[in-house]
């Protein structure tokens, strides 16, 4: 068992000890980039073309897009997913698309992409390859974050394939020095100075400058906190953890700098020819006394998926900053989506990283897996909010062998859980039938309403019922009939009585049906005769 430079009796400690404010601090904030207050629309590489893309095909799709009324009715980004950069980086090492499939380059089809009036997305995992075994993000972070940037990207999916755990292990530090970049080390702290919270703990090892270490750094269940770090002016500073070796074992410590900003140090396996090891990163300090936090929050894999998540959404953030700052322009922003297939639970994290979150494996045009998602997705209604979505991955309306029963409910579903409509199907032969589907205006405005309120299932059955509230005090019904041929029927007052759903009371509500476009009025009950696998929705505004 390591103990990682632990007293025996500690390390029991760390046995018992609750995830301290250490972990919070990274759950607690949350991500704003001023995109994506309404969920995403647009349409991706990825659901019929896989590893087949090229720019002609890219360029086909924008025309398609255009011809066809889908930007007029809101699908604004293009995405290209795996599969369109080459296998080799750059001399500068930098990701470029592939040498023979985008020969003018990625930046050259930007730009004649949002001539065209499209906002592009890019595609990479968090991890050392994509899941078609492509260079990826994971330690490229800033370089690959910027390179996008300056392309001109505003729309990001970060995908899970070949990710590696952040180690939950700590480095022992003896102390920490500051310097100026260029100077010397002007100032050094002893680990003395510190103090400690939780499992950390002073331990004496002699051979050392001072003769004490921290340990107990690991696991979000320690931390050191060294207050008063003086500087004589405020400005970037190089920050040095001087530590003692130890252990075959990579390390992980994040320095919180007054509450504020941070940075990470990633430390590999150590070999053991010397005693101790320096370790730099750039910090922000103010003038005067600066506080420094020193611990590692990583105690599960879902915190190191939700670091590295919020990481690259940091990076994303600062690069879209410095080219605004370069070019003299506006910011644009980049949607950050989040594809970790649901695995570490990150409706409960993703607000803090990024805009979007996969709640569930891959979608495939199949009915029974279709609703295996929809199943999965809608229970998760109190986590999707204004600029943090939940997503149930990208449409598959239109495509496979699904009826016309069955890509109206999928698309109606997913505009009922306020979902990013990312189409995925071949947009350049598209069927009339599959057009007016996901360009219903109605649905596309239940789906974008201002409040961002997902539905919530008020009824689970061979029928399921959805409701949400809407803006300009209206609401939206959606009956999903799972089975064969039925009525459907919901009482008023059952959502009025609903503490999510609020649908005002009133003597009589008027009804619009939104694929029929039919109204009436109803008074006590809403009642239709739905068809197998189809389904209806209905918006509803109390009569004054
Ligand atoms: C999967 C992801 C898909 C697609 C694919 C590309 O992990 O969920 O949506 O992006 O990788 O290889």
Known sequence: MRRNGMCPLCYLKKLFTRRSDVTDVFYD??????????????????????????????????????????????????????CWHSSMRDEDGKLQGDLTRFPAGIPDLVKKLNAMGLKV?????????????????????????????????????????????????????????????????????????????????LMPDKRLP??????????????????????????RYVLTINILKKGFYEKFLIAYVNGDNYCRFEIPSQKPFNLTARYQAF??????????????PVATRADSAMIQYQYMGQMLKE??????????????????????????????????????????????????????????NVKLYKYSQKGNWNDPDMLEVGNGSLTPEQNRSHFALWCMMCSPLILGNDLRV????????????????????ELGIPAKRVKKGAADILARPL??????????????????????????AD?????????????????????????????????????KVFILAPQK
């Open 319 to 376: 690069a879209a900053q410095r080219v605004a700052e370069e070019e003299g322009r506006e910011v644009k922003p980049i949607v950050f989506s989040i594809c970790e297939w649901g695995v570490n639970k990150p409706w409960k994290w993703g607000a803090s990283a990024g805009n979007l979150w996969r709640t569930t494996m891959d979608i495939r045009p199949w009915w029974q897996w279709m609703k295996m998602i929809y199943e999965r």
């Open 210 to 235: 001072g003769g004490m270490y921290i340990s107990g750094l690991d696991g979000a269940s320690g931390k050191a906190v060294f207050k008063n770090v003086v500087v004589p002016k405020a400005g």
């Open 430 to 449: 598209m069927k009339e039938d599959v057009l007016k589907i996901v360009t219903n205006k109605k649905l596309i405005a239940i789906d974008q309403d």
């Open 29 to 82: 904030k949350k991500y704003e980039n001023g995109a994506a207050l309404t969920p995403p629309m647009g349409w991706s590489s990825w659901n019929t073309f896989r590893n087949n893309i090229d720019d002609k095909l890219l360029l086909e799709t924008a025309q398609a897009m255009k011809d066809n009324g889908l930007i007029e009715a809101g699908y604004e980004y293009i995405n290209l997913d795996d």
């Open 499 to 535: 503490g999510y759903v609020k649908l005002e009371r009133a003597k009589a509500y008027d009804c619009e049906e939104v694929w029929s476009g039919k109204r009436e009025k109803i008074t006590t009950s809403l009642k239709a005769q739905v068809e197998k696998n189809d389904c």
């Open 283 to 296: 910090v922000d300090l103010k003038e005067g006394a600066n506080t420094i936090s020193l611990f590692n």
């Open 121 to 201: 997305g890019i595609y990479s995992s968090n991890g050392t390859f994509t899941c078609e075994d492509l260079p990826a993000g994971l330690h490229h972070e800033k370089t690959d974050a910027y390179t996008f940037a300056k392309w001109g990207v505003e729309y990001f999916k970060y995908d899970f394939c070949h990710n590696e755990r952040i180690s939950k292990y700590a480095p022992l530090v003896y102390s920490i020095s500051l310097a100026p970049a260029g100077e010397r080390d002007a100032l050094t702290v002893s680990c003395e100075d510190a103090l400690l919270y939780g499992t950390a703990k």
């Open 471 to 496: 803006s300009g005090g209206r609401w939206a019904v959606c009956f999903f009939n799972k089975g064969g041929r039925r009525e459907v029927s919901i009482d008023t007052e059952k959502l009025c």
